[in-house]
């Protein structure tokens, strides 16, 4: 079994900057891509950015050259750096992760976080 948590989400002014953070506990033997997707109230889920085990990023456009994915491989942890935060980033963010399970025949397992709560707002 494998599981991932988020933190970091909070209130947040315009302009302002948050981290968030999902780290993978359980029986993991390795991961491979992790990224980050976000849902506003009435939309769909989207990617936000997405990094491979070797370290490739992928953005959204809404939010390429503001926010950074990087992740520390001995932590299992992902993380976002979010800048120059604007109302339109106001979502719960899922963290995702691709995870070679060791209890499921080493199998790969595609995995999700309960969300943490951005709200960008004066």
């Known amino acids: 079994q494998v599981q991932l948590v988020e933190s970091g989400g909070g209130l947040v002014q315009p302009g302002g900057s948050l981290r968030l953070s999902c780290t993978a506990s359980g029986s993991i033997f390795s991961i491979n891509d992790m990224g980050w997707y976000r849902q506003a109230p009435g939309k769909q889920r989207e990617l936000v950015a997405v990094i491979t085990s070797g370290g490739r990023t992928n953005y959204a456009d809404s939010v390429k050259g503001r926010f950074t994915i990087y992740r520390d491989n001995a932590k299992n942890t992902v993380y976002l750096q979010m800048s120059s935060l604007k109302p339109e980033d106001t979502a719960v963010y899922y963290c995702?992760?691709?995870?070679?399970?060791?209890?499921?025949?080493?199998?790969?397992?595609?995995?999700w976080g309960q969300g943490t709560l951005v709200t960008v707002s004066s």
């Open positions: 995702n992760a691709d995870i070679r399970d060791y209890d499921a025949s080493y199998r790969y397992r595609e995995v």
